[in-house]
């Protein structure tokens, strides 16, 4: 007779079922993700990132800057995409071209779960892959050219390539990390180069990747038993292999191939640089915010008359799942250490996140994607607890139903709201204005003999200017000042509507005579207000008056003759 505590009811699906649903989420994902990714302005972080990289792309020039724009691996992997797509300059990317890298990357997030069917349960993964699919944020992100995405994923390659390394191998032990026959010999070999290399692009990707290496190194001792088993002679040759190949990939970039050494001293004295800024000091302060702001912003968001936004199901899904591995219910025994683990790593996230004073809604994405591991847990565990087939009809069904809302809301914040304030995912995003200004200041440079190579200013203060250098790439004479410049003002200047008295002064008193040409403001088409910068952040446009007068005259020339 059997006794002792009996085992949840097997929930393995048919390999080709499994694989064919994978494959539909892989879709659904890609096609949230690809579909017009130049929908919407350039972020001031994205313009800063794109122009970075037009550097490495025209004059072969990285070097690394230990205060400000992250790590180098998003510069160095947005080159095949540009070389692909047979472009060499600046001027000839698209924000499809750059946006295209985190997109790959958010769908490729979504592959390594098929190497832990065995560890989670093909309901587990099958959840979690959906659920990673359709969460707004995740989408919204993957469609933002900065470095977050990159980290997320290559996190969670290294989680991936840690639980290979422990899987059984017919070993009396049961651990694969060292020893067996040559094939696993192989195998081992392969998944200890795979984890040192997504560490190293880890450290190659933000600074933070730090947070995520201590939350796993601190779940790794308490969850996954089998390192007990091994001992310091096999975890220390596993452990070193792991750190060269590590530290190989992280030297690399951070020197810029080798052509900057001091890039990797600056890898490491950068943490002196963003300790203080964990913790709200110096410019930062306008990212300084409350304890809760991250779990406002993803499971409960409703700014004003605005709709409300929620990603409450990945939340209560991921705590269904944390009880469960807590207590060890609705899981089989093999299922717990991997369950375990990601529990224990997602709370360290979200409490040390949570607790740093600086945040922005995309530093929220490591822990979000633990509380997706966790909720696809979750899923597979409430449906496997139902008592019998039709409850658990229904449970499938309300959570495909559930998964339904999240896609329609990661739908509107990426093709609707994009840029709406009301949006718990937009920060501080550039307007649609800004495009129109753009359009009209090329416009208006046609009426000029120079064309693009019509001198331009940008006066600004604080240099608060950005996207502006990444819409502004094709004039080849652009001036970028925090303050009124000295010599002769530009036939075109961009400036905000606090400086105009300043402006006035500029280009009426301060230039010498027969320098001083009278200026009008370029009105914004169909609307008498100032063009938006960002929400709240006005711009005017102004031109000299000769040069508005011929802009006029032409476009009156070209306007179609009436009937």
Same mark, same amino acid.
């Given at each position: 007779?059997?006794?002792?505590?009996?085992?949840?009811?097997?929930?393995?699906?048919?390999?080709?079922?499994?694989?064919?649903?994978?494959?539909?989420?892989?879709?659904?994902?890609?096609?949230?993700?690809?579909?017009?990714?130049? %929908?919407?302005?350039?972020?001031?972080?994205?313009?800063?990132?794109?122009?970075?990289?037009?550097?490495?792309?025209?004059?072969?020039?990285?070097?690394?800057?230990?205060?400000?724009?992250?790590?180098?691996?998003? %510069?160095?992997?947005?080159?095949?995409?540009?070389?692909?797509?047979?472009?060499?300059?600046?001027?000839?990317?698209?924000?499809?071209?750059?946006?295209?890298?985190?997109?790959?990357?958010?769908?490729?997030?979504?592959?390594?779960?098929?190497?832990?069917?065995?560890?989670?349960?093909?309901?587990?993964?099958?959840?979690?892959?959906?659920?990673?699919?359709?969460?707004?944020?995740?989408?919204?992100?993957?469609?933002?050219?900065?470095?977050?995405?990159?980290?997320?994923?290559?996190?969670?390659?290294?989680?991936?390539? /840690?639980?290979?390394?422990?899987?059984?191998?017919?070993?009396?032990?049961?651990?694969?990390?060292?020893?067996?026959?040559?094939?696993?010999?192989?195998?081992?070999?392969?998944?200890?180069?795979?984890?040192?290399?997504?560490?190293?692009?880890?450290?190659?990707?933000?600074?933070?990747?730090?947070?995520?290496?201590?939350?796993?190194?601190?779940?790794?001792?308490?969850?996954?038993?089998?390192?007990?088993?091994?001992?310091?002679?096999?975890?220390?040759?596993?452990?070193?292999?792991?750190?060269?190949?590590?530290?190989?990939?992280?030297?690399?970039?951070?020197?810029?191939?080798?052509?900057?050494?001091?890039?990797?001293?600056?890898?490491?004295?950068?943490?002196?640089?963003?300790?203080?800024?964990?913790?709200?000091?110096?410019?930062?302060?306008?990212?300084?915010?409350?304890?809760?702001?991250?779990?406002?912003?993803? /499971?409960?968001?409703?700014?004003?008359?605005?709709?409300?936004?929620?990603?409450?199901?990945?939340?209560?899904?991921?705590?269904?799942?944390?009880?469960?591995?807590?207590?060890?219910?609705?899981?089989?025994?093999?299922?717990?250490?991997?369950?375990? /683990?990601?529990?224990?790593?997602?709370?360290?996230?979200?409490?040390?996140?949570?607790?740093?004073?600086?945040?922005?809604?995309?530093?929220?994405?490591? /822990?979000?994607?633990?509380?997706?591991?966790?909720?696809?847990?979750?899923?597979?565990?409430?449906?496997?607890?139902?008592?019998?087939?039709?409850?658990?009809?229904?449970?499938?069904?309300?959570?495909?139903?559930?998964?339904?809302?999240?896609?329609?809301?990661?739908?509107?914040?990426?093709?609707?709201?994009?840029?709406?304030?009301?949006?718990?995912?937009?920060?501080?995003?550039?307007?649609?204005?800004?495009?129109?200004?753009?359009?009209?200041?090329?416009?208006?440079?046609?009426?000029?003999?120079?064309?693009?190579?019509?001198?331009?200013?940008?006066?600004?203060?604080?240099?608060?200017?950005?996207?502006?250098?990444?819409?502004?790439?094709?004039?080849?004479?652009?001036?970028?000042?925090?303050?009124?410049?000295?010599?002769?003002?530009?036939?075109?200047?961009?400036?905000?509507?606090?400086?105009?008295?300043?402006?006035?002064?500029?280009?009426?008193?301060?230039?010498?005579?027969?320098?001083?040409?009278?200026?009008?403001?370029?009105?914004?088409?169909?609307?008498?207000?100032?063009?938006?910068?960002?929400?709240?952040?006005?711009?005017?446009?102004?031109?000299?008056?000769?040069?508005?007068?011929?802009?006029?005259?032409?476009?009156?020339? %070209?306007?179609?003759?009436?009937?």
């Amino acid at each position: 007779m059997r006794t002792g505590r009996q085992e949840p009811a097997e929930d393995r699906l048919p390999a080709p079922f499994l694989f064919a649903l994978f494959l539909c989420v892989l879709a659904g994902a890609a096609g949230l993700r690809l579909a017009d990714l130049g %929908n919407r302005p350039m972020h001031c972080d994205e313009a800063v990132h794109a122009i970075k990289f037009g550097r490495l792309l025209q004059e072969d020039d990285y070097v690394y800057n230990p205060r400000e724009y992250h790590g180098p691996s998003l %510069n160095y992997l947005t080159l095949p995409i540009a070389y692909l797509a047979d472009k060499r300059q600046l001027t000839e990317i698209s924000e499809t071209h750059l946006r295209l890298l985190p997109a790959i990357f958010g769908i490729a997030l979504i592959g390594p779960l098929w190497l832990l069917r065995d560890e989670l349960g093909h309901a587990a993964v099958f959840w979690a892959a959906l659920l990673t699919a359709v969460s707004p944020a995740m989408v919204f992100f993957s469609r933002y050219y900065i470095h977050e995405m990159l980290l997320v994923c290559f996190t969670f390659g290294a989680i991936v390539a /840690f639980w290979r390394l422990l899987r059984p191998s017919g070993d009396e032990d049961g651990v694969s990390t060292t020893g067996g026959s040559g094939p696993n010999r192989l195998s081992t070999g392969f998944w200890l180069v795979v984890l040192g290399v997504c560490i190293g692009m880890m450290h190659t990707s933000k600074e933070t990747c730090v947070i995520a290496l201590f939350a796993m190194v601190v779940a790794a001792p308490l969850t996954a038993t089998r390192l007990w088993r091994l001992g310091s002679k096999r975890l220390l040759p596993a452990a070193l292999i792991v750190a060269i190949v590590a530290a190989g990939v992280s030297m690399l970039l951070f020197s810029s191939l080798l052509r900057n050494p001091g890039g990797i001293v600056d890898s490491v004295t950068t943490y002196f640089v963003y300790l203080g800024r964990s913790s709200g000091e110096g410019s930062v302060g306008r990212h300084v915010y409350p304890w809760n702001y991250y779990l406002e912003h993803l /499971f409960w968001f409703q700014r004003g008359e605005g709709p409300l936004w929620t990603e409450l199901t990945i939340g209560v899904l991921a705590l269904v799942g944390l009880a469960a591995t807590a207590l060890g219910k609705g899981l089989k025994p093999s299922q717990v250490p991997l369950a375990r /683990f990601l529990g224990v790593y997602t709370v360290l996230m979200t409490l040390i996140y949570s607790a740093m004073p600086y945040k922005t809604p995309w530093c929220a994405l490591g /822990f979000l994607h633990g509380m997706i591991l966790l909720g696809g847990i979750g899923a597979a565990v409430l449906v496997r607890l139902m008592p019998h087939g039709a409850l658990k009809a229904a449970a499938v069904v309300l959570l495909l139903a559930a998964a339904g809302h999240l896609g329609r809301q990661a739908y509107r914040a990426s093709f609707v709201a994009y840029e709406d304030p009301y949006n718990p995912y937009v920060y501080a995003h550039t307007t649609s204005d800004v495009l129109d200004l753009v359009r009209r200041a090329e416009q208006i440079a046609t009426a000029h003999p120079d064309g693009c190579a019509m001198h331009v200013q940008v006066i600004s203060p604080d240099a608060d200017h950005w996207p502006l250098p990444w819409y502004l790439r094709h004039f080849t004479r652009v001036g970028w000042y925090s303050q009124m410049p000295e010599g002769p003002s530009a036939p075109l200047i961009i400036s905000p509507p606090c400086l105009e008295a300043q402006l006035t002064d500029y280009v009426l008193v301060r230039q010498p005579p027969g320098q001083r040409y009278l200026y009008v403001p370029v009105p914004p088409e169909g609307q008498d207000e100032d063009w938006q910068l960002r929400p709240g952040v006005p711009l005017r446009m102004y031109t000299r008056l000769s040069l508005w007068d011929a802009f006029s005259a032409g476009r009156e020339l %070209n306007a179609p003759a009436g009937p």
